[in-house]
């Protein structure tokens, strides 16, 4: 073999395991089957089902006055849920990713905690802390503050089980960006909140934005811990994902789909609109991705 061939075969480049093309036509074939299963075929399903006895059934349904009020309430408990986790997210990120103390592995596990409890045991949690024979319970109806069967307790609930999404997108980008553009502020003079709010902040918009959608979408969409502390009052504490169940237990499956068909617009509304952003904002976002 000569200096020339070895050299050449040397300098070939591998061909990457799994890379041929019928690898590749597979594994998207795969993946478009099981959204197809997953996600397109239910959405297909409820809308089709919504429709299914005339666009007359299908307005009287959304028209009715216990899913107005369910509506209103679940916009209402997101309108206050999520900037509160806003709040919570953006605080508790920027402490564990800037600075160091202790406790903060605790702090971590505290946040991830909404995602190893069933929302059903964290309802009954909350039950147990403002119960009619709990500490708080008596002391809280002595001063004339309802929680549990009223909206404090599911904008609590809803708070619980939605307070992990903003700090846990923040949390990892605000750790890869490090803090050197901080410290080069702060060199120059300027504050600490100047420094977050013209550094720091500006750096994670689009974490921040994709945090805040998907607490958005899950506070909508929560059901098992404001199921447990709502109490099923019609017109008064069922948000939509409760007053679609009753519908549907009520055999009145047609209204059931309807309201459903509306909190997928409601979900879908939400993708379009963190969709749309990135188009209009495509080249800042990509330039902080390279940063």
């Not at 890869?176 to 300027?190: D, I």
């Not at 420094?195 to 902040?201: D, G, P, S």
């Not at 009145?252 to 963190?274: H, I, P, Y």
Request: aromatic share 10%.
């Amino acid at each position: 073999m000569t200096e020339a061939t070895s050299t050449s075969k040397i300098n070939k480049p591998r061909q990457t395991i799994g890379e041929g093309p019928r690898t590749r036509l597979a594994l998207i074939a795969v993946a478009l089957v099981f959204l197809a299963l997953m996600l397109i075929a239910p959405l297909v399903v409820v809308f089709f089902e919504a429709f299914s006895r005339g666009l007359g059934v299908y307005i009287d349904a959304l028209a009715m006055p216990d899913t107005m009020s369910a509506l209103q309430l679940t916009l209402l408990v997101a309108a206050i849920a999520v900037p509160a986790n806003l709040v919570f997210g953006v605080a508790a990120s920027w402490a564990i990713a800037k600075f160091e103390f202790k406790g903060k592995s605790f702090l971590l596990t505290l946040i991830d905690l909404p995602f190893a409890v069933s929302p059903v045991v964290s309802g009954l949690v909350f039950v147990l802390l403002f119960g009619a024979n709990s500490v708080l319970g008596p002391w809280l109806a002595d001063m004339g503050i309802q929680v549990l069967f009223a909206v404090p307790g599911i904008v609590i609930a809803t708070i619980f089980i939605t307070f992990p999404f903003v700090a846990r997108e923040l949390i990892p980008l605000m750790q890869q960006q490090g803090s050197s553009e901080e410290e080069a502020a702060v060199s120059l003079g300027a504050g600490g909140w100047r420094t977050f709010f013209l550094v720091t902040l500006p750096n994670v918009k689009w974490g921040l934005l994709y945090g805040v959608l998907l607490c958005n979408a899950r506070a909508m969409g929560e059901f098992g811990a404001v199921s447990v502390v709502s109490g099923h009052i019609r017109g008064q504490t069922n948000t939509l994902p409760l007053h679609i169940e009753i519908l549907y237990n009520d055999n009145k499956a047609a209204a059931a789909f309807a309201v459903a068909s509306l909190l997928a617009m409601l979900a879908l509304l939400t993708l379009a609109v963190k969709t749309l952003l990135e188009a209009r904002f495509a080249g800042s976002l990509a330039a902080q991705r390279r940063h």
